[in-house]
T-cell receptor, first 116, second 109 residues
Framework: EAGVAQSPRYKIIEKRQSVAFWCNPI?????LYWYQQILGQGPKLLIQ????????DSQLPKDRFSAERLKGVDSTLKIQPAKLEDSAVYLC??????????????FGPGTRLTVL | GEDVEQSLFLSVREGDSSVINCTYT??????LYWYKQEPGAGLQLLTY?????DMKQDQRLTVLLNKKDKHLSLRIADTQTGDSAIYFC?????????FGKGTTLSVSS
């Protein structure tokens, strides 16, 4: 079974530029998550999708971040414009069913963003 | 609010046991998790424990839960160099997982 795929793996941009990350979850997984992991910290949830609907985006800085999951499969996370403090690893995760007791989330390798 | 605290570093010798500790604040958490992150990789679920359990054992891993003190620990028996990684404790809160900052485990041969 293929894992969660993310691209690009690395991205370097200058502040005020735009950037987009792509995630392809495990086939059949209904729930998709985007996390931000700043160096030295644990992942922090940005947004959660159930199929193509948003379940939780309370911690997404909506003035500059946006995300979509058209057709309930792939997802794109965009930052426009980027700030220095957005430098982080952006992790995508998926799980089969939101209310599965173990709530096991399968993580992709992440995209490391550096904002100069 | 919800918060998960972990010690930041642990250094052990190969063959010894490692114990990584974690405290959490949300007493309504139903599940608690341990994830492992190797350099350049995503997080991998190691094990989880339901809040009505005190202990869970899975091969070399033992999870202990003290619900009264909101304390969780992960014991790795016979630690190997391949166990060197960052270990994250996480609690489930409504729809999200709340992660600690991670404990870096360094195993020397």
């Amino acid at each position: 079974e293929a894992g969660v795929a993310q691209s690009p793996r690395y991205k370097i941009i200058e502040k005020r530029q735009s950037v987009a990350f792509w995630c392809n979850p495990i086939s059949g997984h209904a729930t998709l998550y985007w996390y931000q992991q700043i160096l030295g910290q644990g992942p922090k949830l940005l947004i959660q999708f159930q199929n193509n609907g948003v379940v939780d985006d309370s911690q997404l800085p909506k003035d500059r971040f946006s995300a979509e999951r058209l057709k309930g499969v792939d997802s794109t996370l965009k930052i426009q414009p980027a700030k220095l403090e957005d430098s982080a690893v952006y992790l995508c995760a998926s799980s089969p069913i939101r209310d599965r007791p173990s709530n096991e989330q399968f993580f992709g390798p992440g995209t490391r963003l550096t904002v100069l | 609010g919800e918060d998960v605290e972990q010690s930041l570093f642990l250094s052990v010798r190969e063959g010894d046991s490692s114990v990584i500790n974690c405290t959490y604040t949300d007493s309504s958490s139903t599940y608690l998790y341990w994830y492992k992150q190797e350099p350049g990789a995503g997080l991998q679920l190691l094990t989880y424990i339901f809040s009505n359990m005190d202990m869970k054992q899975d091969q070399r891993l033992t999870v202990l839960l003290n619900k009264k003190d909101k304390h969780l620990s992960l014991r790795i028996a016979d630690t190997q160099t391949g166990d060197s990684a960052i270990y994250f404790c996480a609690e489930r809160s409504r729809t999200a997982l709340i992660f600690g900052k991670g404990t870096t485990l360094s195993v020397s041969s």
